[in-house]
């Protein structure tokens, strides 16, 4: 296999991927999850590298855009690489583990919040592109207020459950349906899955973990701002399935010590 360019402005060109996803019997997103993550930590990319587009991925592998975007959401979610809309994918630089961690205590509350995250994929992407297409300048002030006072809050080590519910209810809002809004309502700051798990262990990786679901919610502020629908559903679905995915991770991993509790030790998410 071809190695693969390393410039911070230029992607690798499409045949230098090479080949296909391998052990394609665990299912093609996770074959592409492995080959790509196994470039990015041997270095063949390295941080700030541009990976190529979702089409040249997909010619290079020869799987459909579904895959390719499963995938890429997965090595967001683990920490390798960041998406900026209408830019493109890079990778980012190794983070040490122990960001977040599960105690077996843990493991039954995770599942309902898991379930929780699936029923909100569903409903706040729609709510989402709704809210971009109809929101007025107040209820975007009311946004960019909540984003604010979280970003406040993670440099003082204040609460961001509070502001980042208030994001999520002010696009319910904005799309118009009252009923978004009540369904959001109803479940309340209970849908923030960092209240109902001891998930952050290291106090001194919370402001990392943080700005990072910051800087996704800001991705999902700029949609709606700039009233781009599509867009803003792809940038919430990418949030809260970044979301998920860190805490099916740590679930394992979770599952995992308490099966070998001998072992020790966690994995970062």
Known sequence: MSSLSTGSTSAAEPAALGGSPRRRGRGLAHGLVDDLGEKIRSQQLRPGDKLPTESAIMQAYGVSRTVVREALSKLQAGGLVETHHGIGTFVLQ??????????????????DVLAVLEL???LETESAGLAATRRNEEQLLAMRAALDDFQRNVAEAGDTVAPDFRFHLQIAQATGNPYF???MSHLG?????RTRISAIRT???RGEYLSRVNREHEEIYAAIARQDPESARAAM????TNSRERLRLAQEAAQREAQTPASGGGTAT
């Open 94 to 111: 190794p983070r040490a583990a122990g960001m977040f961690r599960l105690e077996g205590s843990d493991i039954a509350t995770t599942v």
């Open 203 to 205: 106090h001194d990786r």
């Open 181 to 183: 809004a009540d369904i």
């Open 120 to 122: 909100r994929i569903s």
């Open 189 to 193: 700051t209970t849908i923030i899955p």
């Open 237 to 240: 679905r990418i949030h809260l």
